[in-house]
């Protein structure tokens, strides 16, 4: 299995920029949405994704750079196992034969004799308990995942796909009150071992909205709207995650009036969805001449002072 650096095409003393640049390029050309008729690149798409969660982990980074983790986040097995030391096999041991590593074997052999002859007491090692009794075969490995969920479908719950190393494809159901780092657990899709698979835990990465934010169960927006929108009222189209609404803008509105939308924010973990808070922002025309005669004639008549309540 190559390395994680080559398999994100950097070198090992990459920075962490250097590490996200590649990731985002490889990701972009290798994701599962652009390659449906083309397995290979969707289990490359999982091995890079494996890659950048490892070596942008500084701890695991570190882990990995001196030998003590394997290319998917595993710790290797210890000196003396897996190696090509002595080995149980279905007949004994077999001094530098072939045979499986304690780790991949489907069968355990019964060296129980031979351990009771080694060890006083009838104590025994490996897959067997000091009380003579035959320990539980041990589950395979884990294996770790990141799944990036668009914003919206965070907040609507919907569906996601997600690809294993294996090329297998897995559709998941968010759960209520997801966000930024929940974990999901697939049992049974993660490595193989003599006590069954191990499983698949599913990290969620929320991705950033570009006008769209989170504020607990509440989604925020700031937005535009028109002189005359803000002044006369007006029923103005709004995005929401769910998608477009119209919503009233009362006569008379300023800059930072927050309207709010019933049930468009985020699910909770009781089932409650929030709401859409909207905050109006003003947007004045720029050198509007006959907006500033009119101004320029009222001269703020009957205004006020609308600084008044902060003293000044």
Same mark, same amino acid.
């Given at each position: 299995?190559?390395?994680?650096?080559?398999?994100?095409?950097?070198?090992?003393?990459?920075? +962490?920029?250097?590490?996200?640049?590649?990731?985002?390029?490889?990701?972009?050309? &290798?994701?599962?949405?652009?390659?449906?008729?083309?397995?290979?690149?969707?289990?490359?798409?999982?091995?890079?994704?494996?890659?950048?969660?490892?070596?942008?982990?500084?701890?695991?980074?570190?882990?990995?750079?001196?030998?003590?983790?394997?290319?998917?986040?595993?710790?290797?097995?210890?000196?003396? =196992?897996?190696?090509?030391?002595?080995?149980?096999?279905?007949?004994?041991?077999?001094?530098?034969?072939?045979?499986?590593?304690?780790? +991949?074997?489907?069968?355990?052999?019964?060296?129980?004799?031979?351990?009771?002859?080694?060890?006083?007491?009838?104590q025994r090692r490996g897959s067997f308990s000091g009380f003579g009794r035959r320990a539980a075969p041990e589950k395979g490995m884990d294996i770790a995942y990141r799944l990036p969920v668009p914003f919206q479908d965070a907040a609507t719950l919907k569906?996601?796909?997600?690809?294993?190393?294996? @090329?297998?494809?897995?559709?998941?159901?968010?759960?209520?009150?997801?966000?930024?780092?929940?974990?999901?657990?697939?049992?049974?899709?993660?490595?193989?071992?003599? @006590?069954?698979?191990?499983?698949?835990?599913?990290?969620?990465?929320?991705?950033?909205?570009? =006008?769209?934010?989170?504020?607990?169960?509440?989604?925020?927006?700031?937005?535009?709207?028109? &002189?005359?929108?803000?002044?006369?009222?007006?029923?103005?189209?709004?995005?929401?995650?769910?998608?477009?609404?119209?919503?009233?803008?009362?006569?008379?509105?300023?800059?930072?009036?927050?309207?709010? &939308?019933?049930?468009?924010?985020?699910?909770?973990?009781?089932?409650?969805?929030?709401?859409?808070?909207?905050?109006?922002?003003?947007?004045?025309?720029?050198?509007?001449?006959?907006?500033?005669?009119? &101004? +320029?004639?009222?001269?703020?008549?009957?205004?006020?002072?609308?600084?008044?309540?902060?003293?000044?």
């Amino acid at each position: 299995m190559a390395d994680l650096y080559s398999q994100l095409g950097v070198a090992r003393s990459a920075s +962490e920029a250097e590490i996200k640049k590649a990731y985002r390029k490889l990701a972009k050309e &290798l994701h599962p949405d652009r390659n449906k008729d083309n397995p290979a690149a969707s289990a490359r798409f999982s091995k890079v994704t494996q890659a950048y969660d490892i070596l942008t982990d500084k701890n695991k980074r570190a882990q990995y750079d001196r030998g003590e983790i394997d290319e998917d986040g595993n710790p290797k097995a210890p000196f003396g =196992f897996g190696g090509g030391g002595p080995r149980p096999g279905a007949g004994g041991f077999r001094p530098g034969g072939p045979g499986p590593s304690p780790f +991949e074997m489907n069968e355990t052999a019964d060296l129980s004799d031979l351990f009771e002859g080694l060890f006083s007491g009838g104590q025994r090692r490996g897959s067997f308990s000091g009380f003579g009794r035959r320990a539980a075969p041990e589950k395979g490995m884990d294996i770790a995942y990141r799944l990036p969920v668009p914003f919206q479908d965070a907040a609507t719950l919907k569906p996601q796909r997600v690809t294993l190393s294996g @090329g297998k494809t897995v559709d998941i159901k968010l759960p209520n009150g997801v966000e930024e780092g929940s974990k999901i657990r697939l049992a049974g899709q993660g490595r193989a071992g003599p @006590g069954g698979n191990g499983d698949a835990i599913v990290t969620i990465a929320i991705t950033p909205h570009p =006008f769209f934010r989170r504020e607990g169960e509440d989604v925020r927006l700031d937005l535009p709207v028109s &002189l005359d929108e803000a002044v006369l009222g007006a029923k103005v189209k709004v995005p929401t995650v769910d998608g477009a609404v119209m919503l009233s803008i009362p006569k008379g509105s300023t800059s930072g009036r927050v309207l709010r &939308l019933k049930g468009k924010g985020f699910t909770a973990k009781s089932g409650q969805r929030g709401d859409q808070l909207v905050t109006l922002m003003v947007d004045l025309p720029a050198d509007d001449a006959d907006l500033i005669r009119f &101004l +320029e004639s009222w001269n703020g008549r009957g205004r006020g002072n609308p600084r008044a309540s902060l003293g000044v």
